[in-house]
């Protein structure tokens, strides 16, 4: 088999899942609208409370099977800068780590 065709087999089997699925989910699918319905807006606003309280308060809390927990803000670099940096300043390829190559697969539609 080509790479292709070994894909496209995949494919074919992702394809027949989701259909599979989508059959399923057209049965109850106005059953879930109904829920989310009903639920999400309630669900949105204690969810703000929390958050409002988590971080006013600066503690985490447990309740319910729950644990709403700070998390400090995200740290980021700007990579296309440092590494022009680090080609004048060798000395920082040291600390640079590059991961395992992985496969992603999209729609390419």
């Known amino acids: 088999m080509t790479a292709e065709e070994v894909l496209e087999s995949y494919a074919r089997l992702v394809?027949?899942?989701?259909?599979?699925?989508?059959?399923?989910?057209a049965t109850v699918r106005?059953?879930?609208?109904?829920?989310?319905?009903?639920?999400t807006p309630?669900?949105?606003?204690?969810?703000?409370?929390?958050?409002?309280?988590v971080l006013s308060n600066g503690t985490a809390i447990k309740a319910g099977g729950?644990?709403?927990v700070i998390m400090p803000g995200?740290?980021?670099?700007?990579?296309?800068?440092?590494?022009?940096?680090?080609?004048?300043?060798?000395?920082?390829k040291r600390f640079r780590k590059v991961g395992e190559p992985s496969v992603t697969i999209r729609n390419a539609k």
């Open 74 to 92: 995200r740290v980021s670099w700007d990579t296309k800068a440092l590494d022009g940096y680090a080609e004048a300043h060798p000395e920082l």
């Open 66 to 68: 729950l644990h709403a």
């Open 30 to 39: 106005d059953q879930l609208d109904a829920v989310d319905a009903e639920f």
């Open 42 to 53: 309630a669900m949105e606003s204690a969810r703000k409370t929390v958050n409002e309280y």
């Open 15 to 25: 394809g027949a899942h989701q259909r599979a699925r989508d059959e399923i989910l």
